[in-house]
């Protein structure tokens, strides 16, 4: 079961595939730090290798390219197969939230000659890793005249930045005596937005100030906060990691290191014998919910609108299209860190420039919650990689008992279809900054490439 490291077997050609690959990839992480700026570029990339929207199309025929949006948070693209549609798809499915802030409905206030944005945290943080680094806000601002407003503040080169401040090291003794769950308490994850008084305003002046800033700026009123929807997000773009430049660091890896490989697998396939997709979901870190998590309806009729116009409006086709499809949950695992081994079972770990990850079950406490993919489907993926020389390995998320986590596989298998968790592995999961393997990425997606055209 020994898997060579790509690093090791790569010539020269292949080293710079690897490295061309993921400059864009870095330039699509500093650019999509929300789901919908991950979505607007998904489009661009989109039309750009042909694809148009749904609703441009009559009628359906092999090769048409076509995508749906969600929302502005959700995107599903197709390229029509030459086989029926009924006979299943070729999936990818990703999603493009990640952990991070947001701003409660009413968050701005004033203390102590500051003025703050309330917070609440989004998916599984260690909320003491948000405190005193470089953040930003990314979102959308809706009005009741029915205007959207994008708000970007700490990424432009003359933005300043915001952040949370944490306690001095002098006066921190009852501090660090609390566990790291209790360091920095979810109520004060407060992001510092200003400090100037607007000097013709005595009362919450500060906070007037920083008002009259986003008035004059966005054109907002303190009472479209309510109807807003705006991320702290790290501020920074995504960097190359090591002297050698083998890694990327960024924030968001998880998942969007598999989105844009999914993404790019699409785009680069030509006239497919199955139906292609690629779905984009949000909502993924807290449970796959509401109308743009995985369990909405927006992909069943989705499917449901592609039958129609290849001529099918047979309710029942939706379900055997579903039933007959393939999909690959493209999301992280956990990589190998030297400084945690003891966290894996290192002959079921997935190790950092060894290969795009296959986790047969992820879960919990004996599995809860996982897929627990058919060995079947799984012999029929390793094939297809084998033939194709492309490197994999299989993983389990660390040591039994020793925490776990869940994807989007279960839910897409609950229409009877074969899915299994493939993706690439991670360092610093759900940290502000995430480390992944160039190699590993480039591998993703020559995987994605080969399982939607086999």
Avoid at 222 to 234: H, K, L, T
Avoid at 255 to 264: E, G, Q
Avoid at 305 to 316: C, E, I, P
Avoid at 379 to 397: G, M, P, S, V
Wanted: aromatic letters at 8%.
């Amino acid at each position: 079961m020994y898997r060579k490291n790509i690093w090791e077997s790569a010539d020269s050609k292949k080293m710079t595939a690897i490295m061309e690959f993921n400059k864009p990839y870095i330039e699509f992480l500093s650019k999509g730090k929300t789901e919908r700026e991950c979505v607007v570029q998904s489009i661009a990339l989109a039309e750009i290798a042909g694809f148009k929207p749904l609703d441009s199309f009559k009628e359906l025929k092999a090769g048409d390219r076509v995508y749906v949006l969600n929302k502005n948070k959700n995107i599903a693209l197709f390229i029509i197969g030459k086989k029926p549609l009924k006979e299943g798809m070729r999936i990818l499915g990703a999603h493009i939230d990640s952990p991070r802030l947001d701003l409660k409905q009413n968050p701005l206030y004033e203390k102590d000659g500051f003025a703050l944005l309330d917070t609440h945290y989004y998916g599984g943080v260690k909320k003491y890793q948000w405190v005193t680094i470089p953040l930003a806000l990314h979102g959308v601002v809706c009005k009741k005249d029915g205007t959207t407003v994008m708000v970007n503040i700490g990424d432009n080169e003359d933005d300043p930045v915001l952040g949370i401040g944490d306690l001095l090291i002098h006066l921190s003794q009852d501090q660090l005596a609390k566990t790291a769950a209790k360091v920095i308490e979810g109520e004060n994850l407060d992001v510092t937005i200003g400090s100037i008084p607007l000097k013709e305003d005595e009362k919450f002046s500060v906070k007037a100030n920083v008002l009259k800033l986003l008035k004059e700026k966005y054109g907002m009123e303190e009472d479209d906060f309510v109807s807003s929807e705006i991320e702290v997000v790290p501020a920074g773009n995504a960097r190359d990691y090591g002297l050698d430049r083998s890694m990327v660091a960024s924030y968001g890896q998880d998942d969007r290191v598999c989105a844009y490989t999914s993404l790019r697998a699409i785009l680069d396939v030509k006239d497919p014998e199955y139906t292609s997709c690629c779905i984009l979901v949000d909502k993924e870190e807290i449970g796959s919910v509401g109308a743009t998590g995985a369990h909405s309806l927006f992909f069943e009729n989705t499917v449901a609108r592609l039958l129609a116009k290849l001529g099918d409006h047979d309710f029942l086709s939706v379900r055997e299209t579903m039933e007959n499809s393939y999909m690959l949950s493209s999301d992280v695992s956990a990589g190998v860190d030297p400084l945690f081994e003891s966290v894996n079972e290192m002959k079921n770990a997935a190790f950092m420039g060894e290969g795009i990850v296959f986790n047969k079950y992820t879960g919990s406490r004996g599995k809860s919650g996982c897929n627990d993919t058919n060995p079947e489907f799984i012999a029929w993926l390793r094939k297809i990689l084998d033939d194709e020389n492309i490197h994999y390995q299989t993983a389990e998320l660390g040591r039994v008992d020793a925490g776990g986590g869940g994807t989007i596989a279960y839910i897409l298998g609950n229409y009877n279809m074969n899915v299994i968790d493939a993706g690439v592995g991670v360092l610093n999961m759900h940290a502000p900054m995430e480390i992944s393997s160039k190699a590993d990425v480039y591998e993703a997606y020559l995987s994605y490439v080969a399982f939607l055209t086999k």
